[in-house]
């Protein structure tokens, strides 16, 4: 994720590293660098301009300490005023209806009946609302049906009306069916074009009247750059929309996109599509997003991302087993499985601090613990539960019955053990520190 805009920034401030000030001359040089990297990142020239002249007057305005280097102070600033571009701080849904209406509109191939799912699967995972999904794009028959499919996946209920072409008569009667069934969200997608044409806005706009929703939400695909850019200026212009979504975000090297919608349609970004999993939505965090842009990580979503796939009750237990050292491969394994879950492994790296630039040229896959789980599977309950069992015969069956080599399982029984010590230290002196941090997570179960 806009890893190409990263690279630039960081060039860009190395200009400044050995000089013991900040001057007219040396901000202005980095400053250029800084231009041109917004604009290659398909930043309006405008935006890339005002952006520049403010973080100048600032660098230019302020005494550089001697604990902080120019090029630290100049992050700083630029840290700052990219948080500012897009937006400042974060905006949750509207959902305070009865039932909510949720409207969404966007371009063909933006992405938004999946987003439609992915919000109704975060709404009923996240904030425990009832759901309903109506199939309001009556010109693609695909399209209802990758809805029916979807809703099926996540567990939740998708409203049609077979053989309607009446978008505001499928809808209104959607409606009737929430209250009645008591949805507590209604969540209404809607037909795209290829191009903005006046049907699909005269359709769009008359849904809306019809509707008053409690949220209008604008799906466009990131990688787009400005072309997403004006088309959402266009339909703003039309529907006054409540907030934008951007989707497929992390196939978006550049990031011109998210960092100039928000000061062109003055509408904040509220989510973003990071993957094609159900789960795969995050609220748009403008401060956690220049950390990531400017290379510092995000730590505070590793950690977020983290919570949700923690269950206290099995903390608790693995502690217990810790104490007695009886960590064994079955629960190895089952950590695995909770990472996996969290999402794309170099994307969850790349929210370390430091580690984002690290994995930049190295290619990690998907299913990265594939050779791992197939290791595991290969060994008996007794080798997993006692990995003392674990001779040279057996390592060597091990290999061959998973496919990969003596090495392979060397390598992993080694990690396991490092894992193992690890584990212990950190769950060790009279407490366990995770089940500490853990305890100030809202919602949690006591």
Do not use: C, W
Not at 252 to 275: C, E, H, M
Not at 310 to 333: G, H, S
Not at 347 to 353: A, S, V
């Amino acid at each position: 994720m806009f890893e190409s805009l990263s690279d630039k920034l960081d060039r860009a401030f190395k200009l400044l590293k050995g000089q013991g000030y900040i001057s007219e001359i040396n901000v202005a040089e980095t400053l250029k660098d800084v231009r041109r990297a917004l604009l290659d990142a398909d930043v309006n020239f405008k935006i890339a301009k005002s952006f520049t002249d403010t973080v100048k007057e600032k660098a230019l305005g302020q005494n550089v300490l001697t604990a902080v280097s120019p090029s630290q102070l100049m992050v700083k600033i630029v840290h700052e005023e990219l948080t500012a571009l897009m937006g400042n701080t974060s905006e949750e849904i509207n959902i305070k209806g009865s039932p909510a209406i949720i409207l969404i509109a966007g371009l063909q191939g933006s992405g938004k009946t999946t987003f439609s799912a992915k919000l109704a699967n975060y709404l009923k995972s996240k904030k425990s609302k009832k759901v309903l999904l109506v199939a309001g794009d009556v010109y693609r028959p695909a399209a209802i049906d990758q809805l029916k499919v979807l809703g099926e996946q996540i567990g939740v209920e998708v409203f049609t009306e077979e053989g309607s072409k009446d978008p505001v008569g499928i809808a209104k009667k959607a409606l009737t069916h929430a209250k009645t069934m008591g949805h507590q969200v209604v969540i209404v997608d809607t037909a795209g074009r290829l191009a903005i044409d006046q049907q699909m806005m005269d359709e769009i706009s008359s849904l809306k009247k019809n509707l008053n929703p409690h949220e209008t939400l604008f799906v466009v695909d990131a990688m787009t750059g400005q072309d997403a850019v004006n088309t959402a200026k266009a339909f703003n212009d039309r529907l006054d929309f409540d907030g934008v979504v951007l989707t497929k975000l992390d196939g978006d090297t550049r990031g011109g996109a998210a960092l100039t919608i928000r000061s062109v349609v003055n509408k904040p970004i509220k989510f973003v599509g990071i993957g094609e999993k159900m789960e795969a939505i995050d609220l748009f965090h403008p401060q956690r997003m220049a950390d990531r842009i400017l290379g510092m990580g995000d730590i505070v979503s590793l950690v977020e991302k983290a919570q949700e796939q923690f269950d206290e009750e099995e903390a608790r237990k693995l502690q217990k087993k810790l104490a007695k050292n009886q960590f064994n491969f079955d629960d190895f394994l089952s950590q695995l499985q909770q990472i996996k879950k969290m999402g794309n492994v170099k994307d969850l790296m790349g929210m370390i601090p430091g580690m984002g630039k690290a994995l930049k040229d190295i290619d990690i896959e998907d299913d990265a613990f594939k050779s791992i789980e197939a290791i595991i599977h290969s060994m008996t309950p007794a080798e997993r539960n006692e990995p003392a069992l674990l001779n040279g015969s057996r390592r060597k069956r091990i290999a061959e019955g998973s496919g990969t080599s003596i090495v392979d399982v060397n390598r992993l029984i080694k990690q396991f053990e490092d894992t193992r010590k690890m584990m212990r230290m950190v769950s060790g002196g009279g407490g366990n520190k995770l089940m500490n941090m853990m305890k100030g997570r809202p919602g949690m179960r006591r």
